[in-house]
């Protein structure tokens, strides 16, 4: 460690335990040569975005409500920060429902039955939820529910292949759940580390695509009314055009004040629909500055908006990450140092002055 | 390396050729660092592609890293090798050497083989972001500015998580000095 040796030395016995898995054996050139070539093959095929978007626009748009979502970014751009923060949260939350209500029809049809599935299904769900709980962070628990998400999918499969139609409402419900649950998650780690929120995005993205396969296979099974429902969700979730006309089958299956404006925002496709949902989830004082927006530097807003909403929350949550950190860290040097947490005053302070008691006793 | 101007770009808009150029910048350091943690070439190959293709999977998508790529790509091969111990190697002895060379070097004893298992195995006991960061700060030598970058954490927090590291390996490897 060359840069900071002088902050935290690693005594010699352990630099020379640890240098012994330096030396790396010369790498086969034909194997890194074909792994090279398959990259350029890969790269050859893809067709690069021209201008990055952020997370939400790009969340937004892969699932197919390019037009809503531009309609409410346009009013969001004479809102102050604290409401935009706020309104970009509530609208969040709206696309998630539209998304995963939208594949109630599932939860319609296997509502049809009542029979419990393995008797040790409860034991799995229990232990799992005993793990989430012991989760610290938002990371962790963003990981494992969607690690829980992936095991429901791979249970959904189970069922589908064994026919046993009547256990997959739970199976399909919590699926939607984990992923609302992690999407949670997720909004509050995009504002601390915007790259991990993507790669968690990135998985969610993948989970969805499995997802539409699984109701994919189950479509043979499905009786005509249902079936075009269902094929319409998948749709949606693959991020495909929606049919103007694909109204009726879909508002007879909802019933809750969520779904009803979820069928509207997803079948008109229109920045009416968009609106109204904005207008009746959020504080009033949204509303008064929706209908001045214009059109005008659209993008451009968008932009600094995310980004600095980003910059704002760093620093808080920051601070919440350290705090455990350090927090064990002075459990460490208690039984040493006595006088190590004197100054302590302000959230950050405090971190560095712990760190830099730690090191001396190092030295 | 640091002051390649490829890693630095900004804003993050790729051409072929800067991600041409980031893969030969990239791969051969990606590459040990993965056949150190990973102990077999060709999974540490694997690893590699795996984490080149799922960049650019993440570029097309439009999801370019809003910083630093080193960082990003290691942060990718990293939870590539901790999802493959995830399944393979559950519970990690320190005395036994189940994991092999595969590319044995005639000059290297066997003791330093079992050598280096110890220090691989006492790696891998690790928490995850312990082992990133003495895989990184250790071997790779990179700041704890980047290191930080690269765990999406404040520099203060990976060198906790250092220390709690080299505390770690001290008491697994034996290695406390008297």
Redesign the interface.
Known sequence: ????NQ??P??P??VE??D???P??K??PI??EQ??Q???A???S????????P?FE?LVI?MGLKQGYYSIMEKMNMLTKKSRIALTIATAFIVVFTVLFGGSAMTVLAAQSAIPGDALYPVKTTLEQTRFSLARNA?LRAELQLEFADLRLDEIELLIAQGRTQNLQAATQAFEAHIQNALAEIEVISG?????A??L??EI?GLFSDFSDTLGLLLNDIPEPLRSEVERNIRIIRGESEDDNGNEGAVDNQNGNLNDNTNDDLDDNTNDDLDDNTNADLDDNTNDDLDDNTNDDLDDNTNDDLDDNTNDDLDDN?ND??DE??D??ND?MDDVNDNTNTNQNANTND??NE?DN?NDN?D | MRTDTVLQKF??????QD??EI?ELL??SL??YA??LLGD??LA?DC??ET???F????????????NVRA?LY??AH?WITDFYRHRVPEVDLEAGELK?S?E?PAMTAS?NM??ER??KA?LNLPKEQRQV?ML???E?W??EETAAAL???V??T??????A??G??SM?N?V?K
């Open positions: 460690m060359k840069e900071n902050q935290e690693i005594e016995r352990l335990i640890l012994q898995l330096r790396v054996h790498r086969d194997v890194a792994n090279q398959k990259f350029l890969e790269l050859e893809i067709n690069l975005p021209s201008v990055p978007k997370l790009r892969g990371a601390v580390n915007p790259a991990l993507a790669d995005m990135e993205t920051t990450d350290l950190v350090n064990n860290t460490d971190n560095s760190n730690r190092d | 804003p993050r808009q790729f051409s072929k991600l041409v893969y791969n051969p590459y040990r056949v150190r070439p060709d190959e590699v592609a080149f293709s799922r650019l999977k993440m570029i097309q998508r439009g999801f370019a890293p809003k910083d990003y942060r990718i939870n060379e590319s070097n330093h050598d280096r220090v691989r790696l003495i700060r250790f071997y030598e700041p704890h999406g954490k404040t203060e927090a060198r906790a998580l250092q220390y709690r080299l505390n390996l001290r490897l290695a000095e």
